[in-house]
């Protein structure tokens, strides 16, 4: 990335105006079965163990031959962890299991049709099926070690599957959302030169079988366009027995796993023995410019990360029934799905669909069904089943004990619905803030040892040293008020190794910003750049608030995006606020903001009213909205994110670019008649 453009993301200073929420005790019931009830972690993590403390993470995985060193860091900014260690993630999330919970439920299946049956995977089903997939792909696809594939599938139990068939055979998988077009698939088979791409025929969202298969024909096209040969598609079937997509096969180039296994039943593939450092996965992500990174993660850092974070933050225990929400599409499903869960031989459950499926009460029957106690998800989720079914949780016989919320700041109205409705005030609750880049969590209080503070992740988890930098590179210290460029001091094993075939593009946007020294082989001279934006209270708290360029500079004051949506969320009537900059001749910039109501409740001038009150009186005149438009949804990705870029694009009156990958794309038409009535 060039300079000048790292130069514009940078944002530091960032005016801040929010009030500090109180504490709340972890509950007593929860402590009193928590894996991690020992402060002692923070000293076994403190700078001066550095690295070492990560043997105890490195630790809780079999390694087929034990590591020599912990972090070599003699190239920087490619860090390596447990040089010299060789390991196989399938065998760690699998095979080690068999003796003892050979019968254990590894992943319940909930199809989205609540008339269909649940499926129970045991750890001997998974191995068993991985097993016979891992010979398909090895014998009929040709697949080998060091090969990249991309997968497109949904949220299903062959997910997985597929995953750790490759990761048996050190093929590197890049799974890439399911909501994504054949355009974005097509963009990452090209740049991992997959050559064999696995998707599935249909899948179940929103009470609609959808044909999937289709996007796989475009992608290949399209990735043919840019010189990038399919050699195979493999199709799951979504019902083993029949082919469920409109879309006819090609022959010599497609074919129906299901039709394909049973010449491999009963057959078994000796695990690859790894080197750490080898990748396991990639996982492409945006950045602010440009096309999507692919995010190479390594096996032996990432899986001991994983695995160790599972253990300590989701305090995964061996009877408890963890529910992630999120996609396996993305960085949070890889992490604390699949691996780090089945790593600890726990049982988690794949859901299919979409959460408000057919009502908002589907998470919470799913809940009670399965006996879930561990229930993980984003602000985007839980605001969208505040918004839909504010009073369902009561009626169903669910007990958490610890509540995850991961992926964008929460307004602390919400945190305090999900404590209080979802959690029914026995959970406690986590904020993970992390990245796709960094692999697992990098701040989230300690569950059973820290206070929760509504709309604050925490402090650093254990062996991560966070800092803020202002513009000029130096600290802001806890407790000034003031936010800049959360940045991290030390090498993680979890975070990413490089971008896949861009190692220059990693060095430029994640390391040059803040290193002291590019000659310098120490690894205190190379922060590594978030691109969030963070405050960090007296209390060693840190609010995160949001990406550095989703701030808005009103008059050389920078307002986070999140506090005044966080302010129009505390109007009772409101149920999603997204606010975007608008030019302004005097100003430079001003909010523009546009809200959803909760069910029952109508627009009117009054409450238009309200919402600016509430903007000026929680953040002050500087943030008072140049227009409150209510509307009747937000412009979504299938991921659920807004898309404020959508919205700023209409409040300025410009081109909103391609809306078709959109979930509601129709809502950005009504949106524009709205705004020019
Ligand atoms: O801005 C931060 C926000 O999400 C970004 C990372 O997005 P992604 O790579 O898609 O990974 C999401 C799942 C880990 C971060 O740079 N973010 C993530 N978690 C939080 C958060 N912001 C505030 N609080 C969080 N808990």
Not at 371 to 396: C, Q
């Amino acid at each position: 990335m060039p300079e000048e453009k790292l130069e514009r993301i940078s944002e530091a200073e960032i005016a801040v105006h929010w009030h500090e929420e109180e504490h709340y005790p972890p509950p007593a019931g929860f402590i009193g079965q928590a894996n991690l009830t020992d402060a002692g972690i923070y000293r076994r993590f403190s700078p001066e163990n550095f690295p070492d403390c990560f043997k105890e993470y490195a630790d809780l995985l079999d390694w087929d031959r034990y590591w020599e060193q912990t972090l070599d860091t003699s190239n920087p900014p490619f860090w390596n962890w447990f040089v010299g260690g060789r390991l196989n993630a399938c065998h760690n999330c699998l095979d080690r299991h068999l003796p003892r919970h050979n019968n254990k439920t590894a992943l319940h299946f909930v199809p989205e049709p609540e008339g269909e049956r649940i499926q129970h995977i045991t750890y001997r089903e998974l191995f068993v099926r991985v097993n016979e997939f891992a010979a398909l792909l090895r014998d009929f696809a040709g697949l080998k070690r060091g090969d990249r594939v991309t997968l497109h599938m949904p949220m299903v139990a062959e997910l997985p599957v597929t995953m750790l068939a490759c990761a048996r055979l050190g093929v590197i998988h890049s799974q890439v959302f399911s909501g994504f077009s054949g355009k974005s698939v097509a963009d990452r088979v090209v740049d991992s030169e997959s050559r064999v791409l696995i998707t599935m025929d249909a899948y179940h969202r929103s009470g609609k079988l959808l044909d999937h298969k289709e996007k796989a024909d475009l992608a290949v096209a399209e990735a043919q366009k840019q010189g990038q040969q399919i050699d195979k598609v493999l199709i799951w079937q979504r019902y083993a027995e029949r082919y469920s997509s409109e879309t006819p096969l090609q022959p010599g180039r497609d074919f129906r796993v299901n039709e394909l296994l049973p010449k491999y039943r009963g057959r078994r593939v000796e695990p690859e023995s790894m080197a750490a450092e080898e990748p396991l996965f990639l996982m492409y992500t945006s950045g602010t410019t440009g096309k999507p990174k692919g995010c190479q993660h390594s096996t032996g850092g990432y899986l001991a990360y994983v695995t160790g974070t599972a253990k300590y933050i989701q305090d995964l225990q061996p009877e408890d029934v963890y529910w992630c929400m999120a996609d396996i599409g993305w960085i949070t499903g890889h992490s604390y799905i699949v691996y780090g869960p089945l790593a600890l031989a726990a049982s988690a459950v794949v859901y299919e669909g979409l959460p408000t499926y057919p009502d908002a009460g589907r998470p919470w029957r799913i809940a009670a069904e399965l006996d879930v106690n561990i229930f993980h998800t984003s602000p985007t989720a839980i605001r969208a089943l505040r918004r839909a079914g504010p009073d369902e949780p009561a009626k169903y016989d669910y007990h958490f004990k610890h509540m995850t919320t991961v992926g964008e700041p929460i307004e602390p109205e919400v945190w305090k619905w999900y404590y209080r409705v979802v959690g029914k005030q026995e959970a406690v609750v986590v904020d993970t803030w992390w990245q796709t880049e960094t692999g697992g969590v990098l701040s989230s209080t300690l569950p059973a040892l820290g206070a929760m503070k509504p709309g604050s992740t925490g402090p650093a988890v254990p062996g991560v040293y966070p800092v803020i930098y202002d513009d000029a590179g130096d600290e802001i210290p806890a407790g000034s008020g003031k936010a800049g460029n959360i940045c991290i001091r030390n090498p993680i094993p979890g975070n990413f190794q490089t971008i896949w075939k861009d190692p220059e593009r990693y060095v430029a946007q994640y390391y040059t910003r803040y290193c002291r020294d590019r000659n310098s082989k120490d690894w205190r001279d190379w922060p590594y750049l978030t691109g969030d934006g963070a405050v960090l209270a007296e209390d060693g708290y840190y609010r995160i608030l949001g990406r550095i360029d989703d701030v808005i500079n009103v008059a050389g004051h920078r307002l986070g995006t999140k506090e005044i949506e966080s302010a129009a969320l505390t109007v009772n009537e409101v149920a999603e606020a997204a606010v975007v900059p608008v030019a302004d001749e005097i100003k430079g910039k001003i909010p523009d903001l546009y809200v959803t109501l909760k069910p029952g409740f109508e627009k009117s001038l009054d409450l238009v009213k309200r919402i600016e009150a509430a903007v000026v009186a929680e953040i002050g005149p500087i943030a008072r909205p140049k227009t409150v438009q209510i509307v009747p949804d937000l412009p979504k990705t299938r991921s659920g994110k807004i898309m404020r870029r959508v919205l700023a694009a209409l409040s300025s009156d410009q081109d909103v670019g391609d809306v078709s990958t959109l979930a509601n794309p129709e809502i950005v038409e009504a949106i524009r008649r709205m705004r020019g009535a």
